[in-house]
């Protein structure tokens, strides 16, 4: 009994230092992934990535692994800049873990406490943000580029806390920020029906959607005598229109007997649910024929009404609060289709148009457009200074810790000088990245225990 006791004591321990060995073997990833000089940070997408790095294929790396994960994300979203100070601190106490004696659940939760405890350790150094503290955080974040900080400095200010902030890739010649109301839809409308003012604007709107293309006027005779009797202007919407019926329908529109517009949706990937998002918007349901449905019996009654519609160039918006409810279900619906698109798609570009329904459905948004030419070079910083930026506004920030060198030991304050100066070249090599990141552990392992190596700014 006793040999099968300290077997088992055993295989906890070697079982244990596999998993802190595969952890220290990834450290330098991590720190690169979480750390760098503009960004002292969790985003998005170095989340994403340390969850890759640290996928447990076992229960003793799942106690470690998932639980450092969690924590860190925990801490973020209460103080910005929290969980890489976690995660070296845990990085340095995981070989410690090894050295102890205990079933598995004891191990867990023994961890669990230590986790606990260094979290506390940590929040005392978190602060609520300042506007000079918010400004300081998006220009370290925009490596002090002007044209991303003040564009996010705009959208931030337009937008505030709860507002939506989305990017988009035009023609544009420099970094635009607007604001702007309403559900947006592309479309092809034809010229002739668009006033010298360049915008149609009615209000109390009457949409119709057919998933088709209008073939003959004949075919929808029953609502255009609605429309001449009661003169309530109609959006029709369709795939396409014969002349007979465009000619007609301009014809009536130039001498005042019809205010009906047609509109023709794009040919585009981005056009194939347009239509569904449209009813959504307009409470209004698609007419198709092969749902067996006819044109030639529907009238004006039977059609959704928007409280006002406008048509500028090629963007159709829709003001409608009657269907607000029905949005924001069918924004979570979409919401939770993109995360599965993303998780489980080869094709990122299904992602890309389920986001981009989701921005036509945002009633009220801030749209930074970025340059075409400028998109690599601009395109990952404003996005990760605008999370950043209200990740502090929200939860506030971790203030940075200062190295005091004269308290290190001579062996360490010279491998940290020499990994500084590695980083400062065009090229970081082995050693000093090594160094850097035995920096980082060293550092923590002093702070949390009270060695003095570090001295709050």
Avoid at 41 to 46: A, C, P, Q, R, V
Avoid at 156 to 173: D, F, H, Q
Avoid at 397 to 409: D, M, S
Wanted: hydrophobic letters at 40%.
């Amino acid at each position: 009994m006793s040999h099968n006791y300290f077997a088992e004591k055993q295989e906890v321990q070697d079982n244990l230092i596999r998993a802190v060995d595969k952890l220290e073997g990834q450290m330098s990833a991590i720190t690169l992934a979480i750390s760098s000089p503009n960004q002292t940070y969790l985003t998005e997408n170095s989340f994403q990535l340390l969850t890759k790095l640290l996928l447990p294929s076992n229960p003793w790396e799942r106690m470690l692994y998932q639980e450092l994960v969690q924590k860190c994300y925990q801490l973020e979203m209460r103080c910005q800049g929290s969980s890489p100070m976690f995660l070296r601190a845990f990085a340095a106490a995981a070989r410690e873990i090894t050295r102890k004696q205990g079933s598995y659940r004891e191990l867990v939760e023994d961890n669990q406490k230590s986790n606990q405890r260094y979290s506390q350790e940590i929040l005392p150094h978190c602060y609520p943000s300042s506007p000079s503290s918010i400004k300081e955080e998006i220009q370290r974040a925009c490596q002090n580029l002007s044209i991303p900080a003040t564009a996010v400095e705009e959208a931030i200010r337009l937008a505030g806390v709860e507002g939506n902030i989305v990017l988009a890739e035009e023609e544009v010649p420099s970094v635009l920020v607007e604001l702007q109301f309403g559900y947006n839809f592309s479309m092809n409308p034809f010229k002739g029906f668009i006033p010298t003012n360049g915008t149609w604007t009615r209000a109390e709107t009457k949409i119709m959607l057919v998933d088709g293309m209008l073939e003959s006027v004949s075919e929808i005779d029953k609502l255009l005598n609605g429309c001449y009797s009661s003169k309530i202007p109609v959006i029709l919407i369709a795939q396409g229109f014969s002349e007979e019926v465009v000619a007609t329908l301009h014809a009536n529109y130039s001498r005042g007997s019809l205010d009906v517009f047609p509109l023709r949706t794009q040919q585009n990937l981005e056009a194939i649910n347009i239509m569904n998002d449209i009813a959504v918007v307009s409470g209004t349901d698609v007419i198709s024929t092969l749902k067996g449905e006819r044109l030639g019996t529907v009238g004006l009654d039977s059609l959704g009404s928007v409280e006002k519609a406008s048509i500028t160039g090629n963007v159709l918006t829709i003001h409608n609060s009657r269907t607000r409810g029905n949005v924001l279900s069918h924004l979570g619906y979409l919401e939770k289709r993109r995360v599965e698109q993303a998780e489980t798609s080869q094709v990122s570009d299904l992602a890309d148009l389920t986001s981009k329904r989701i921005q036509n459905l945002l009633a009220h948004l801030v749209k930074v457009t970025i340059p075409k030419g400028d998109v690599n070079r601009f395109r990952g910083i404003i996005d990760n200074a605008i999370r950043a930026c209200r990740t502090s506004i929200t939860y506030g920030y971790c203030k940075p810790l200062e190295i005091n060198l004269e308290r290190l030991e001579p062996m360490w304050r010279k491998a940290h000088l020499g990994a500084i100066k590695n980083l400062e070249g065009e090229k970081v090599s082995s050693v000093g990245l090594w160094l850097s990141v035995r920096m980082g552990v060293e550092l923590a392992t002093a702070y949390f225990t009270a060695a003095g190596a570090l001295v709050r700014n």
